[in-house]
């Protein structure tokens, strides 16, 4: 702040300079005008207000505080569906590909807006770390290090992510030294395990840290990734005596009923059901709040870490999806990398600040290690066959590079694992329709979730009718 105070750059030209998750409003005084911006993948939550018919304030605020109308998308159930234009109402998700400045005429306000790269004005154009569709753009290192492998190479560049986002991890909240500074979000997945070794070869011996595991269910919560976690846990010990904690945190439809306005507002102005299931997992799992698979005496545990790792950016970028795989085999190579280029371009839209929205609601931050700057520009540098494979099985082929390092870190089982979407675990384990979901996008999403059960069964059963606590 000092620097965009004192300095004699632009704003420009030291924001540029900032690497990391970050969002920033600033007051030039010495021009009289406010500038607004974020981080090119939008880790950040910024939304901004323009004046219309029924409000005529210019805002700009981490959070949406004007009345909303809400408007729901069904994208037929399907978590990665591209719907990065669903943002419906005043407010909308302030681009990343520039910068942008507001000044005042009187009553008026100027707003003018400020590419990082006037070549490239538009968000569709701006790609900062290359494209894969420019081959003039793909160098490696791998010429200059041909002793090094591409796993080994990934490893370093990771850890050195990793590494700056755990260290000087803020005091717990509660300021007892011996609750967790740390928390990962975790399904016991190939993206999570691989965050959580490294964390333990960053962190100090003595520090526990939190695995915070999500699972829906009706009593019995028994669910994939319960077991993957399990599992993945199980893992974690063989290779290091660190105090893992595995917090179980179980959701029922109740409970997810009583918070389903506060996760809607948190989405919007994203809207699609997709949406609202992703968000109501990511929500509760920030939440922290349930028990540790060891404790014999079955306590309410509440995660204290004010940090949470986040895995996402490995899938856009690594071949992770299912349609990654179904655009490689029926249009080729080339038609993969459009989808990963497309993929990791529109995070700031589709996902990140929503999900800062989400975690930040219960004074936790995410951190990103996979879309650190020098791992973005690493991946992009390596030859699609590094990064995934599809001629070879589910489990194999997909985020090739990955599995190979969670091999380097002593991982087994996990590095096997095929992906599973997060609304998958939602809503197949449900032995009931959520009534919140019911009610609120109607018998269309009972279609789409439950195709094998009539209608009638749905909405006429008892189990879905409304109630005050759902």
């Not at 920030?286 to 309410?300: F, K, P, T």
Request: some cysteine; proline content about 4%.
């Amino acid at each position: 702040m000092n620097l965009l105070s004192h300095s004699n750059q632009s704003i420009q030209q030291i924001l540029k300079q900032i690497e990391g998750e970050w969002a920033i409003l600033f007051w030039e005084n010495n021009k009289s005008r406010w500038w607004a911006g974020r981080s090119y993948f939008g880790q950040r939550s910024l939304l901004i207000h323009l004046p219309n018919e029924s409000c005529s304030s210019l805002s700009i605020s981490s959070l949406p505080f004007d009345d909303i109308i809400f408007s729901t998308v069904d994208n037929n159930g399907k978590e990665d569906e591209e719907q990065e234009s669903n943002q419906v109402g005043p407010w909308e998700e302030l681009v990343t590909s520039s910068m942008f400045s507001i000044t005042f005429d009187g009553n008026n306000a100027i707003v003018e807006e400020h590419p990082w790269d006037m070549e490239r004005i538009n968000q569709e154009e701006y790609r900062p770390f290359g494209s894969r569709l420019n081959k003039e753009n793909l160098k490696t290192e791998l010429v200059s290090q041909p002793s090094i492998s591409i796993p080994s190479m990934l490893l370093d560049i990771l850890m050195d992510s990793v590494k700056r986002r755990v260290e000087n991890l803020p005091m717990p909240k509660n300021g007892d030294l011996h609750s967790s500074k740390l928390g990962i979000l975790f399904s016991g997945g190939i993206d999570s395990m691989v965050l959580a070794a490294i964390a333990n070869l960053t962190l100090p011996e003595g520090e526990s840290i939190d695995l915070l595991n999500v699972a829906f269910g009706n009593g019995n919560f028994d669910v994939p990734d319960r077991k993957t976690g399990l599992d993945g846990l199980q893992e974690l010990r063989a290779i290091s005596e660190r105090d893992w904690r595995f917090v179980q945190v179980n959701v029922t439809p109740n409970l997810v009923s009583e918070h389903q306005s506060q996760i809607q507002k948190l989405i919007y102005p994203r809207q699609t059901v997709m949406d609202m299931t992703i968000g109501a997992a990511l929500w509760f799992a920030a939440r922290g709040e349930g028990r540790v698979s060891d404790d014999i005496s079955n306590n309410v545990y509440i995660c204290q870490s004010k940090v949470l790792l986040d895995g996402l950016g490995a899938d856009e970028q690594l071949g992770g999806y299912g349609r990654h795989r179904v655009s490689f085999k029926n249009h080729g190579k080339e038609r993969l990398e459009m989808e990963l280029d497309l993929d990791i371009h529109r995070l700031w839209i589709r996902n990140l600040g929503r999900d800062d929205r989400l975690i930040s609601d219960h004074g936790r931050e995410a951190r990103f290690p996979f879309l650190d700057e020098k791992v973005v520009k690493f991946l992009h540098s390596l030859p699609i066959e590094e990064i995934c494979n599809f001629s070879e099985p589910p489990g194999t082929g997909d985020k090739k590079v990955l599995r190979q390092v969670g091999k380097l870190l002593g991982l087994t089982k996990s590095v096997s694992l095929t992906k599973r979407a997060i609304q998958v675990s939602l809503f197949t384990t449900l032995s009931i329709k959520l009534n919140w979901i019911s009610l609120q996008f109607g018998s269309r999403v009972n279609k789409v979730l439950f195709p094998s059960v009539p209608s009638s069964k749905i909405n006429g059963s008892s189990m879905f009718q409304p109630t005050q606590n759902g």
